[in-house]
């Protein structure tokens, strides 16, 4: 299909004609792509790092509420992704579903550097008495919160998924290229969180909030002035199906009307397109695979339902979202830790020894930084010396399975909050040895302490958020890869609500009846280690669940037609390695 010298893969540019391989897409168009990531993180990381701080100091919530607060507004960022990639896979396309939501996501950024600005918009405190936020304050203030969810609803499971894009599948080198894409965005992404961890909170509690969050509010516009002088090298997928969607709820019900009929013994049996068909419609034929074959039902020729009967491809689509469903489950958990970064860490943070020198102190919320200080460095090691040689020794262009990818991650996870479990332990220790009762008395244990856990943190997620991106960018159905993208997001957002809800049950347990609760405000007088020691034994038993999902996975195999010939695409699905996750 490469005609003088034309993309492979049937992208086209803004106007939907067809664009030359030479001059679009590939790095040259993700240039643009990166520098907007790293603004809308220094953005997002700006808020979120140190907001659990602006409820308790400035808006003076209590600790239980503000840690709900931001595990709502978190999981809200991360779960209104699903209805920004609905609206790209069937109405308006990336490029326009993008470029509405970046507007909405600016003017949330207004609205809050605004509500922070301005005194009468925030409660004010006479002679050491400060006031609760009125209902307009409050009112304001989360408005300005969650306009900016809304906007990121549509930017964040398109720019990704877009940026992907720009790499051609039927080109070898652009695939190759594809490969270490991930790796690279998800490397803006923490460079972004850098500058905010490191350089906006510290402005936020030193200089003001209204400069904290102004700088990056300045910055997203920046950022999307660059974006759209790069409209002329983009390339855009074409959409090949008015609602992708639709098969979700289709072969199900197909399947249940045929549920009284016999599935044929061999799958050639089954309904399916010409390749022809395919040819001309440039369409990918996703192959049969022997799991969930109870759908198998909606591809019987001979049915009972009046709807003509359902492709192979199309069953197969459904049954790539079940799988990805199941994996999706169980990464759950692993974001509830990943919740505790923003927001327990950081108030655990507040009651150590933050001194550095004779005079300045750390913000708690700066330890963040070490989180994305070891993402930084571990990416290019991993990209450039873990691949290569684990690519020798597997035959996997990737170096290891997606699945073996996030597991690794889990466990390096797992050991993070054990890590954290153990440093909690010894801060009660010291709260015990020096008598100390009061919520703002300062426990005689460096902040640094807490290092560790941060730093395996940021290692775990250069394995499991980056794969976990990857893997359901790449296992989505075709025309459905910004709605698959949400998996991720969603499991994020799933997992920073799972937080809230557990914060707030285990702090009504606890507490009840004049209980000492485990997450109280007073942090000295609290018991916080057995809340991390009750999410080191969920985090392994799910990693049991994880190991039982990747087991009965299996990857999705295409055949992309096309006059001259075929190409196969990910081949090896059904093998077992030793670890149990398929190869």
């Not at 990056?216 to 074409?238: A, E």
């Not at 040895?433 to 426990?443: A, D, L, R």
């Not at 096309?562 to 695409?569: D, K, R, S, W």
């Amino acid at each position: 299909m490469e005609t003088k010298g034309y993309t492979q893969d049937g992208t086209v540019d803004l106007r939907g004609r067809p664009v030359l391989a030479s001059k679009t897409g590939k790095w040259r168009a993700c240039a643009f792509l990166v520098g907007y990531e790293a603004f809308e993180r220094m953005a997002f990381y700006g808020i979120a790092s140190n907001l659990v701080n602006y409820l308790t100091t400035q808006v003076h919530e209590d600790t239980v509420s503000s840690v709900r607060n931001v595990n709502n507004w978190s999981g809200s960022v991360w779960i209104t992704p699903i209805i920004g990639a609905y609206i790209a896979d069937t109405y308006l396309g990336r490029f326009w579903t993008f470029t509405v939501s970046s507007l909405i996501y600016v003017v949330g950024m207004i609205l809050l550097t605004t509500t922070v600005s301005m005194k009468s918009l925030r409660p004010t405190c006479t002679d050491g008495i400060c006031n609760k936020a009125s209902t307009l304050q409050i009112v304001f203030f989360y408005t300005s919160l969650y306009t900016i969810a809304i906007g990121a609803g549509g930017t964040k499971p398109n720019i990704s998924t877009f940026g992907a894009d720009q790499f051609d599948d039927f080109n070898p080198q652009e695939k190759e290229h594809k490969v270490s894409f991930f790796n690279w965005w998800m490397f803006s992404s923490f460079l972004g969180a850098l500058v905010a961890t490191l350089a906006l909170v510290y402005i936020q509690e030193n200089l003001g909030w209204g400069l904290g969050y102004g700088i990056p509010t300045v910055g997203l516009l920046f950022s999307l002035f660059v974006f759209y002088l790069g409209t002329p090298s983009y390339r855009h997928k074409v959409k090949k199906t008015k609602s992708p969607a639709r098969d979700l709820i289709q072969v199900p019900i197909i399947a249940f009307w045929n549920r009284k009929l016999r599935v044929p013994n061999h799958p050639s049996q089954l309904h399916e397109h010409e390749p022809q068909q395919y040819i001309n419609s440039g369409k990918r034929q996703v192959h049969y695979t022997p799991i969930f074959r109870f759908l198998d039902k909606a591809a019987v020729k001979d049915g009972n339902s009046s709807k003509p009967p359902c492709t192979v491809t199309q069953v197969e689509g459904t049954k790539l979202v079940l799988g990805m469903l199941l994996i999706w489950l169980v990464t759950l958990i692993p974001s509830t830790i990943w919740a505790q970064i923003n927001t327990l860490f950081v108030k655990q943070g507040t009651t150590m020894d933050r001194s550095l020198g004779s005079s300045f102190q750390i913000p708690a919320a700066s330890l963040g930084s070490f989180v994305t200080f070891s993402m930084l460095l571990s990416v290019p090691m991993y990209d450039r010396y873990f691949v290569p040689f684990m690519r020798r020794k597997t035959g996997n262009p990737r170096g290891i399975t997606l699945l073996q990818r996030l597991g690794i991650g889990f466990v390096i996870q797992i050991a993070a909050i054990a890590i954290a479990y153990a440093v909690e332990v010894r801060r009660m220790h010291a709260i015990r040895m020096h008598h100390i009762m009061g919520p703002k008395e300062t426990v005689p244990m460096s902040i640094f302490c807490l290092l560790p856990q941060y730093v395996l943190l940021g290692i775990a997620d250069v394995f499991n958020a980056i794969g976990l991106l990857e893997f359901f960018y790449d296992q989505s159905p075709e025309d459905m890869q910004s709605l698959g993208t949400t998996f991720f997001t969603s499991g994020i957002g799933v997992g920073n609500f799972l937080n809230s809800f557990l914060v707030t049950v285990v702090d009504k347990i606890t507490g009840r009846g004049n209980g000492k609760s485990w997450i109280g405000d007073n942090l000295n007088d609290s018991h916080l280690d057995y809340y991390y020691g009750f999410l080191l034994v969920i985090s392994t038993l799910n990693l049991g669940a994880f190991l039982w999902a990747s087991s009965k996975y299996v990857y999705k195999r295409e055949t992309i037609e096309f006059n001259e010939g075929c190409i196969e695409l990910e081949s090896k699905a059904l093998e077992i390695s030793p670890l149990g996750l398929q190869v």
